[in-house]
């Protein structure tokens, strides 16, 4: 958008903030612009076209960018979670005011439309030397902060960050009074979310787990370490074909395949989760069993994984899941493929064709798909 030429900020006080400017200075690419208004009132907005969006901020879209204008506020804690927040927001209130109240230096800095930096807390320097530093005390005003400092770790530790020992502390201060308990499931699941799609989701769990939040947040995930270590290594090892937009699911269903079934419906129920995402989960813990239970895998098992993995009523997902034992056991994952194959072969209409009907057809359809599969996982394996 070419800032100087819009007439509707002609007159306004406006600064690029947070992310963009942040991930400006990293070299990293930016993906959308959020702005600050000094000085302003919601009807002088209004007046200049902004659409009014925030339910609890002053917060407008631009009509024709749509990108966010917030005007310039405080934030004061007046309860637990994330939601227990006084905003205060007018024309009096500075843009060092608004940076201040924001979580890390990196976050809370500005720049003006002719891009002129306003760095008031050092978040330059804490760029160059990669360090994620809380702003001020006021840190700890809001536990969703601990996930977001794990994912912003996750983001950009191969950039060589790491998190301040003040902020570390406070950290470990959000966990240890209990207040971290207080975040909303649908707070914790979006953070773990975008997380989960970030460089290096395994370092968002593991500085969770450092600070004591994941056996507040997910402690169904830290019953066993050394098998927490092992899913967190699984998180990047995906199969190839899968929607980059899907990756997050399924790097969730690789952290969790290994769970006994009711671990995982605690987590789900805990977290609120999407039914998609349970169901990938569950497909995931389906396919785990069968590669990693000791003992050979049998037409029985096959056909036992197909059924907990609905794969006759939900087939898009089996290529995947085939890709998934792959990863572990070539072999079998080619003996998977063509049992599946010639099993699928197998359609109910020519059944039908051939007199079949009812409970009989059912029946019948089930005895020579197993029949294929016995075919491949005998004289395959
Ligand atoms: N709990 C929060 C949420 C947000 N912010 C501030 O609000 C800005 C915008 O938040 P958001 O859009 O969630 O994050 P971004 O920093 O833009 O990061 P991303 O790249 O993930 O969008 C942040 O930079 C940060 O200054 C904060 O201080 N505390």
Request: charged content about 30%; cysteine-free.
């Amino acid at each position: 958008m070419s800032t100087e030429l819009d007439h509707r900020l002609a007159g306004l006080d406006v600064y690029r903030v947070g992310g963009a400017v942040r991930d400006a200075l990293l070299g990293w690419p930016v993906t959308d612009v959020d702005w600050v208004v000094v000085g302003a009132t919601p009807e002088a907005m209004r007046q200049r076209g902004f659409k009014p969006v925030g339910r609890d901020f002053p917060v407008f879209l631009h009509p024709d960018s749509h990108e966010e204008f917030a005007l310039a506020r405080t934030e004061r804690k007046s309860g637990h979670g994330y939601t227990g927040f006084e905003i205060h927001a007018s024309p009096s209130v500075t843009l060092e005011e608004d940076l201040a109240r924001r979580d890390l230096t990196i976050n809370a800095m500005a720049e003006t439309p002719s891009g002129e930096l306003v760095d008031p807390f050092g978040g330059r320097a804490d760029l160059e030397a990669r360090v994620l530093r809380h702003v001020s005390p006021a840190f700890i005003e809001d536990p969703l902060r601990v996930l977001r400092v794990a994912r912003f770790l996750a983001r950009y530790a191969g950039l060589g960050f790491v998190i301040a020992e003040e902020t570390l502390t406070l950290m470990r201060r959000l966990v240890t009074s209990g207040e971290i308990a207080h975040l909303v499931a649908e707070r914790v699941w979006t953070e773990t979310e975008k997380a989960l799609g970030e460089p290096w989701p395994d370092v968002y769990f593991q500085t969770l787990d450092d600070r004591g939040a994941l056996a507040v947040l997910m402690p169904e995930l830290v019953a066993d370490t050394a098998q927490l270590d092992e899913a967190l290594g699984r998180l990047q090892r995906l199969p190839e074909d899968i929607d980059s937009h899907e990756a997050a699911f399924w790097r969730w269903a690789r952290l969790v395949e290994h769970l006994v079934p009711e671990q995982r419906r605690h987590l789900s129920e805990r977290l609120r989760l999407p039914k998609a995402v349970s169901r990938l989960a569950d497909q995931a813990a389906h396919t785990h069993r069968l590669v990693h239970e000791t003992g050979m895998v049998d037409g029985k098992r096959v056909m036992a994984w197909l059924e907990g993995i609905d794969a006759w009523r939900r087939s898009e997902r089996v290529p995947s899941l085939i890709a998934l034992v792959s990863l572990d056991d070539a072999s079998l994952a080619e003996d998977l493929a063509l049992a599946w194959r010639l099993a699928t072969q197998i359609l109910p209409k020519s059944l039908v064709d051939e007199g079949y009907k009812g409970r009989a057809l059912g029946e019948e359809l089930a005895r020579r798909r197993r029949a294929a599969i016995d075919g491949v996982m005998e004289t395959g394996r």
